[in-house]
């Protein structure tokens, strides 16, 4: 298991939940004008949390509450860094129409130890579960970052069972460039990067990997400005 450099908690990753306010929607008019106005410090200058500190939906936020309604029953969450996704899962899990015992038995799975609670693997290209176990499988912000993400996806066919869903959130790849020279705080800047790790990608590259993992498209949206994309494929 490879060890993060220390001192990330409050810059990259946060024991902190995201606070509700932040998870709610549709924002209010104050909220969307406040947002817009410090959209340099929440999306370049500001660790999510002191955004968050600030009142300014962090990036987190907006990716969490675009993906928290479309999770259904056993989760398993890779590349979940300090878990935040299926922490926020089993506290909203009822307002989710999820059970509660789904929610307990709900997974985040990383190749770091970012000291949260979860499931550390080897690689998301061989999971150490078995097959048809889970309802929904995520890649939240970090398909880019697995290198063989072609085989992370397969690996995600064979542990969703027939009929569930794999989500995606990324960034294209301009703007992960450009965000990834900037985020002076993000999880990459406490690990070794490999040379083969992508900043950000593109919706073709996106549909092309859950095609060839054998996934069909259901929704491609776009979120935080049209910045960020989420993508939801049925098994
Ligand atoms: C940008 S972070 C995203 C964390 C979290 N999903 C979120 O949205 O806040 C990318 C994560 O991918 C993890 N990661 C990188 N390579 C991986 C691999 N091969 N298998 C599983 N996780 C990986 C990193 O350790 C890191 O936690």
């Keep these: 298991m490879a060890t993060p450099k220390p001192d990330h908690e409050g810059l990259a990753f946060s024991s902190e939940l995201v606070p509700d306010w932040a998870l709610r929607g549709p924002k209010s008019s104050a909220q969307t004008a406040w947002d817009f106005c410090t959209a340099p410090f929440r999306m370049a200058i500001l ?4 955004s968050e500190r600030c009142h300014m939906t962090s990036l987190r936020a907006e990716r969490f509450a675009a993906v928290l309604p479309h999770l259904r029953g056993r989760v ?7 878990n935040m996704l299926v922490r926020l899962y089993r506290k909203y899990a009822e307002q989710i129409g ?3 015992s789904d929610a307990t038995d709900s997974v985040g799975a990383d190749i770091m130890d970012w000291g949260s609670d979860c499931r550390i693997i080897e690689d998301a290209a061989n999971l150490p579960f078995k097959d048809d176990s889970f309802d929904t499988v995520s890649f939240i912000a970090c398909i880019n970052h697995i290198i063989k993400r072609g085989d992370a ?10 009929g ?11 703007i992960g460039k450009v965000g990834h020279a900037i985020w002076w705080y993000s999880e990459d800047k406490h690990r070794e990067v490999d040379k083969d790790e992508l900043m950000g990608m593109s919706p073709g590259e996106i549909r092309e990997l859950l095609k060839a993992a054998g996934f069909e498209l259901e929704l491609e949206k776009r979120f935080v400005y049209g910045l960020n994309w989420l ?3 049925r098994a």
């Design 47 to 50: 660790p999510d949390l002191v």
């Design 76 to 82: 398993l969450d890779i590349g979940a860094g300090d």
């Design 98 to 100: 999820a059970t509660s």
């Design 153 to 162: 996806l397969k690996e995600a066919k064979r542990v969703v069972r027939p």
């Design 164 to 174: 569930g869903r794999v989500l995606i959130t990324m960034i294209g790849p301009l």
């Design 231 to 233: 993508y939801v494929a």
